[in-house]
């Protein structure tokens, strides 16, 4: 086994060595925003959006929310000309609200999370007799004090009977909304049914359960008679969704500009103050080394988890008087965006590091597409749940012209259409990205306005093979 995939990997090395001329990785920087000016985000005032809810009102909907993204909905979408025939969409979306993730949870404040009847669901199904319909399972997470161990793995755990992370009963609200909303859209255009049909109908999900979790909120809305639908997942050691395949010449590039470049580290040295002030409250330390001082990731989603479910901002466990202001908590939301726009837009290589990252996905993405060109499969809807970490490179691959930090729910559709003239079949991509087509900085559309509105798929084909290449060759550059 391990002979064969080393003769495996030598071939391949030896074939694509030339990856960088098979390809044609060209940066198309974005446009330049509050959202990526550091001036801006260090001295100016407020939010890049709504931190504190899951609801934006309707005359404002489209515009970003962290706690619930906007995505297709029946009282925003545009039906493009009657000329064009809906074929197939492709949808990728983040998971919903949460719980925020064990690592996030080290600050030594005390804002109790509870799960009472929220938990995950976890249980096996079987085919024979009773082994079809056993009782539901579901887990509660609990601490004992006399297990020793506990207290080293951090105070979030205390207390807590909630998994870090898990879907909070808003994040499943928000699901099903979701779901019910593309139903609303959707079903007519390509004549789908109440009940989720496998030959038509695809839904996937990475190994984290959070994916699973919120797809069953979804699919309550999107398909109101199913009650038991497969999930299609693949192994961790090649996932193209999560995506966790190994790749090390994508982590060596965004390391180098990143960690090792003073165009990211300028603004950690300037946001010395911040931290600062933030430090206290928490109690981490100046020398910590989990994370909290090498972005703002963590302050970002300890901070952001709290709002979006209604609860207060932190004080320290010292001094009920010490508390993060809300002033303190916007600036980290403008930091958290500005980080993102850096990583997958901003930095010139963050193109090939998307494309190296995120390529496998979109391989499989042009697969289906094709499929739908050729006719050769049923398929109308595919659906995948995913994290940030999924749509954050795959807007680096589309090259959105404003980057933000995808919040929960944030979804990206892609519409094949076909239309008819003269006899001769062509089809054409929409991607709409919160419910709109979107805007990049790519020279797609009319006057290479970068948006991707009806581009012929054929464009977008030659696109992708420009910057990712084929299998074998994005295989052989991740391992440079
Ligand atoms: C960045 O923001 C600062 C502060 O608001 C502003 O003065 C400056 O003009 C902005 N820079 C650009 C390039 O927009
Ligand atoms: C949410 O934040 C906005 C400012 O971004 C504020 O106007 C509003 O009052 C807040 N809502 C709640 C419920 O705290
Ligand atoms: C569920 O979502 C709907 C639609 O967004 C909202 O109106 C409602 O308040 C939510 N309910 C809860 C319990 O979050
Ligand atoms: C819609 O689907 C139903 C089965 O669910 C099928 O009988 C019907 O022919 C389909 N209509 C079109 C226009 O494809
Ligand atoms: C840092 O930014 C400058 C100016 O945009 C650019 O020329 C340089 O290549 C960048 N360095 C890295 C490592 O990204
Ligand atoms: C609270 O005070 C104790 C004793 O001075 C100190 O060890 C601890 O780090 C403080 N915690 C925070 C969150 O500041
Ligand atoms: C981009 O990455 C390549 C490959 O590692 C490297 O040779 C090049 O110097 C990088 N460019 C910049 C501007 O950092
Ligand atoms: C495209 O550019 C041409 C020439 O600048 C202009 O006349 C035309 O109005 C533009 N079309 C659109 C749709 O913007």
Known sequence: MILSNGLLFASLALDFVNFASATDIVHYPPKLTNLN?????????????????????????????????????????????????????EIIQRHHKRTPYASNTFFKEDIPWDCTGEGPVYYGKGTVGVTDDPTVIQWSAYTNSQNPFT????????????????????????SYTHGADLRAVYTERLNLSTKAD???????VTSNPITSQVSGGLLKGLFPDSSDVAALIQADA?????????????????????????NWTEHLVNAAGIYEELDEVSGIAADDTAGWHTSFDHYYDNLSAKQCDSKPLPCSVNDTFLCVTQPLADTVFRLGNYEYSYYYRDAYNSTLFSALSYG???LELVGHLKEQVEGTSDVKYFHN?????????????????????????????????????NSISNFFLRV?????????????GTNSSGLLDMIPVEDFFE????????GPELFAACQK
């Not at 909905?73 to 809906?86: C, G, H, I, N, V």
């Not at 496998?198 to 996937?204: L, S």
């Open 198 to 204: 496998p030959n038509t109908f695809k839904i996937r």
């Open 385 to 421: 749940v995913a994290h940030d970490g999924s749509l954050s490179p795959l807007l680096g691959i589309l090259q959105i012209s404003e980057m933000v930090w995808p919040g929960m729910g944030s979804e990206i559709v892609f519409e094949l259409y076909e239309k008819n003239s």
């Open 37 to 89: 000016n550091l001036t801006f985000v260090l001295n100016g005032i407020g939010t890049p959006g709504i931190f504190n809810s899951s609801i934006t009102p309707d005359f404002e909907y489209g515009m970003y929310n962290w706690c619930n993204m906007p995505h297709v909905r029946a009282r925003e979408y545009q039906t493009p000309s009657s000329a064009y025939t809906l074929k197939y969409i």
């Open 151 to 174: 207290d080293s793995v951090g105070p979030g755990f205390v207390g807590s009977n909630c998994a870090f992370p898990q879907i909070t009963t808003g994040g499943l609200n928000d």
């Open 238 to 262: 090649f996932d193209s969704l999560t995506a966790s395949y190994s790749c090390p010449a994508a982590k060596s590039i965004f390391t180098a500009y990143t960690t090792d470049s003073s």
């Open 360 to 362: 496998a996905w979109v």
């Open 463 to 470: 696109y992708v093979h420009n910057t990712i290449g084929t």
């Open 432 to 444: 709409l990205w919160g419910g709109q087509p979107m805007q990049t900085s790519l020279p797609f």
